[in-house]
């Protein structure tokens, strides 16, 4: 077996773009698809469209290395994303929000139920129906865990999770899923949700941890404002200074799992270190998001696999860290 892998799905390397980072168009997708990532992740869809939350609604501060965003799930819709009409040359994950369970449900009756699949067939557009191969994506990642949306965020709720994954388990026989986590600030509510996660061992493909930590702030001094407009200033915080939170939940996400469900760490990275902090820590992936928004995913993935190839040996589908400093 492949160091690099996700249920059958192999990667060359570890390296993925995080969901919501330059993964919104078919332009960036491209983008993507010929950077130097391992894998390409689009950015969270609903069922339909949606134009996301009123500008400003994502900021950088270019010292601290620190984003914070209140995008509100602005997306080309979920078909959009399912039927990316160009060659898909490496793992490509789709990241499904959905706006509440009945929508939700409605995507994964359109993915795998099989009349819907040839209803899409039927309704297609001549040049759309060439090129699409049924599901071209290898994953799905569902994000239950947003920040931004003025809801609650069900992957805090464990009952719920549990209820939901139950029903929708029974009724699609195929579906299968990696799940999008919060950060949780409480062991006990972990053990609670890593109970649910083992219950569903052989449908929950992967964790991927963690999304943005959701209400932060940042204040813009001179206009004596907040920098993001949205839900009064409050927004989900990424970049280099939530590597900690986000590293310490991968550790202890590996603890309580035993290894069973593959983990893709994802908060903080900008450098190879970085990547071999989160392999340490248990990562059988990782995703890059703020990094890749702001370099782009050419120079991003390049300059973090130039310096990863001096530290890690891909040899024989095994990861061999040769140096850590
Ligand atoms: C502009 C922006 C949009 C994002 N959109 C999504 C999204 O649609 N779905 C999701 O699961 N996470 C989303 N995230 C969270 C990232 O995927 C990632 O979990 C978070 O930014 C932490 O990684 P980082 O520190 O490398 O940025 C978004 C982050 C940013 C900065």
Redesign the pocket.
Known sequence: MSFFQIDNINFNGPLLN????HCTTHQELEDLFDSNSNGVIT??CTLNEWSGNKHPK?YYNNITKN?L?S?G?E?GGFEYYRQYPLEIKKPYIL?I?GWNNKERETIFKRLFDKNENINLKKNLKKNLKKNLKKNQFSLI?L?L??PNLNKPILAYKPNTMDELFRKWFEKYNNLKFGL?LPPYMNFNLMEDMRDIFLKYENRIQFL?C???IPNGMIIDRKKKETVIAPKGGFG?L???S??QN?LSQVFKWYELLDDKIPIIG????TNANDVLDYILCGATLV???????ELGPKLAFDNINNSLINNISFQRGQCVIKEFE
């Open positions: 995080a969901a919501g980072c950015k969270s994502y984003s965003n995008n799930l997306n990241s929000a990642e994000n865990s947003c999008k991927t963690i999304n943005s989900g990424g970049g280099s939530i590597k986000a994802c908060g903080g990275i995703q890059i998001g703020t990094y890749v928004k």
